[in-house]
């Protein structure tokens, strides 16, 4: 992991617990020891395919930063965003050292799979995959690229979107797909459009360009997860 981008992990966390205007996190955060044996506050992420793209071979390199591989000089083609959340239970209280592993298409819309029929390039320098544990917060951090759109099938094209995989001992597992706020191919999107207003809403990320102290600007987006009981 590049030494800047840890530093960065390290001080956005508490940057953005005082910046970030997000109501869903202040109103599930603050609840935290205050839920204990009450109603739930919130209902658990939902779920979406896995589809058919989950990696095959896991690569060598599957740390928070995707934009760049270990020991690579060239990064990724693509607009960098950075990705930030809670993992939570339904009463708000954050899940420490859950798994989160996400998976994507490269700028292009293409797959690091055998699988994969489109005939995009390949981008020889992105991760594709990554996959973290929450700190104590419940909280978890990647560095990727806005995926590109892909065609489906003739007449569907499937809007960039992010795949997770979120696991945490005593809680269900949860796979679901992050789609992009406004993005047009939203719409008409088979998969997305199974779910109810709400539901579509609740996988649905803005990426707002947010300036650190340092001066720098980036694109960040907040998507907390939270995981239901295990049955
Ligand atoms: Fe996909």
Known sequence: MRKSFLLLLIALPSLLFARIDNERFHALYFLDGEMEGGSPVNNPTPRQPKGPFYPHEFPDDTDADLTILDGAEE????????LQGHVLDVYGNPLENAR?????????????????????????????????????HGFYMFKTIVPGAYPASQNWWRPPHIHFLVQHEGHRSVITQLYFKDHL????????RRLSPE??????????????????????????IILGASN
């Open 75 to 82: 990064m990724a083609e693509g607009k960098v965003i950075y």
């Open 100 to 136: 989160v592993e996400i998976w994507q298409a490269a700028k292009s819309g293409k797959y690091n799979h055998p699988n994969d029929p489109n005939t995009a390039p390949l981008d020889p320098h992105f991760q594709y995959y990554g996959d973290v544990k929450t700190n104590e």
């Open 185 to 192: 191919l939203n719409e008409e999107d088979l998969i997305l």
């Open 199 to 224: 539901n579509q809403e609740a996988l649905t990320v803005d990426f707002p360009e947010v300036t650190l102290e340092t001066g720098e600007t980036i694109n960040l987006g907040t998507f907390n």
